[in-house]
Each structure stands twice: as C-alpha cells, then as structure tokens.
Nanobody, 124 residues
C-alpha cells in the first residue's frame, strides 16, 4: 500500500539544474523522515540528503553541500530535491526513501520504504 514515486529526472548539461519530486501515499507522511539516495552503475547506493518531519532539520552529503536543497510539503505528501550546479559525477539513479524511526539518516538501513528511482544524467 505504501508507494513512493519519484519524478523530474532527465538529461541536463553540466552546470544546469533539475528538481526531483517524490510523491508519497499509504503512510502518514508528516511522521516520516524523508531521504534521497543515489546509485551509479557499479557503485553502492549512497546518501544524498535527508529532511526531518517538519522540514526544520536537514542533512547533506559533502559532495552535494551547497548545490542541492531538500524540502518537503506535508500538505502535498511530497519531498523535493533541488539540484543546482550539476556535475557529471552526479549522474545516477536517484531514490526517494522514508524512515519512521531512527536518527542515522545517512544509513540505508534506517529507511523503511523506497521508490523505484529516477534517472539523472549530467553531460559534460
């Protein structure tokens, strides 16, 4: 019943921007920490960003700090990832995830639900 559906991925040139969205259903959205992870071919899934229940607390991977911004709209059950100054190394499948409990937001094991992913490709 729980579904997380990502959208907004695509092809963009280096230095460009994309905004990813993740629409959640089947859960009490405001009770979940929401996170974004990404996975490139041949690599493990890695943490990108996370946001707390009310949106007041956020965390970012060092690799995206200052370029990406995570936000949420609890009235729309949606979390966003604004990606600016994109680099070729940002190319990956981006996954939305939801965590009901736990505070280790950078760890995959904390998250209870995952979306199917959306492809982001950044050309040089």
């Amino acid at each position: 019943q729980v579904q997380l559906v990502e959208s907004g991925g695509g092809l963009v040139q280096a230095g460009g921007s994309l905004r990813l969205s993740c629409a959640a259903s089947g859960l009490t959205f405001r009770s979940y920490t929401m996170g974004w992870f990404r996975q490139a071919p041949g690599k493990e899934r890695e943490f990108v960003a996370a946001i707390g229940w009310s949106g007041g607390l956020t965390y970012y991977a060092d690799s995206v700090q200052g370029r990406f911004t995570i936000s949420r709209d609890n009235s729309k059950n949606t979390v966003y990832l604004q990606m600016n100054s994109l680099k070729p190394e940002d190319t990956a499948v981006y996954y939305c995830a939801a965590a009901r409990y736990g505070s280790a937001w950078r760890t995959r094991e904390v998250y209870d639900y995952w979306g199917q992913g959306t492809q982001v490709t950044v050309s040089s």
